[in-house]
T-cell receptor
Framework: KAGVTQTPRYLIKTRGQQVTLSCSPI?????VSWYQQTPGQGLQFLFE???????NKGNFPGRFSGRQFSNSRSEMNVSTLELGDSALYLC?????????FGPGTRLTVT | GESVGLHLPTLSVQEGDNSIINCAYS??????FIWYKQESGKGPQFIID?????DKRQGQRVTVLLNKTVKHLSLQIAATQPGDSAVYFC????????????FGTGTRLTIIP
């Protein structure tokens, strides 16, 4: 079956702009989590959605938000982009077993 | 606060040898631990997991050891192959199914042909 897909794969934005990233989980998976990966901070948990509800949240400012749709697809939004938001944003989905990660969206803020 | 640390940032191993990657964690309430492998340009890939009620678990060519007394986790890879070259992360969470994972900083494993 198809894996976790993320779009777009690469994105360049300017400081102050906002961005929306999309994640399509593996078919049948209802849990979708988002992580930020940077060389300095490593992998950090952003939030998790399950059945359209945010079930868990990491320690990120309110500029980072997300949502999940009835088909389990998820989006995350970052408003008022800062240079430090440049990172690889990873989405992961889980069914009844292990968690599967997508390839990530590489966001560059200039 | 919670932290998960790795002892070595890089590790080079001869092809065919065994490799051991170590990880220390600080949260004594952690119940579920996972090892991930991340290759360049890809997302992390699940390797093996272990729950706190176990001290050893084996998979295909991999073994995870958990020492709760000293809060230490290790990943052993047997008979390393070139395809094992990647960055390896340990992660912990209070319980299975809790997706709020705390990741270690990662160890880059290089297999020398």
């Amino acid at each position: 079956k198809a894996g976790v897909t993320q779009t777009p794969r690469y994105l360049i934005k300017t400081r102050g702009q906002q961005v929306t990233l999309s994640c399509s989980p593996i078919s049948g998976h209802r849990s979708v989590s988002w992580y930020q990966q940077t060389p300095g901070q490593g992998l950090q948990f952003l939030f998790e959605y399950f059945s359209e509800t945010q079930r868990n949240k990491g320690n990120f400012p309110g500029r980072f938000s997300g949502r999940q749709f009835s088909n389990s697809r998820s989006e995350m939004n970052v408003s008022t982009l800062e240079l430090g938001d440049s990172a690889l944003y990873l989405c992961a989905s889980r069914g009844f077993d292990e968690q599967y990660f997508g390839p990530g969206t590489r966001l560059t803020v200039t | 606060g919670e932290s998960v640390g790795l002892h070595l940032p890089t590790l080079s191993v001869q092809e065919g040898d065994n490799s051991i990657i170590n990880c220390a964690y600080s949260n004594s309430a952690s119940d579920y631990f996972i090892w991930y492998k991340q290759e360049s340009g890809k997302g992390p890939q699940f390797i093996i997991d272990i729950r706190s009620n176990m001290d050893k678990r084996q998979g295909q060519r991999v073994t995870v050891l958990l020492n709760k007394t000293v809060k230490h986790l290790s990943l052993q890879i047997a008979a390393t192959q070139p395809g094992d070259s990647a960055v390896y992360f340990c992660a912990e969470t209070p319980r299975f199914g809790n997706e709020k994972l705390t990741f270690g900083t990662g160890t880059r494993l290089t297999i020398i042909p």
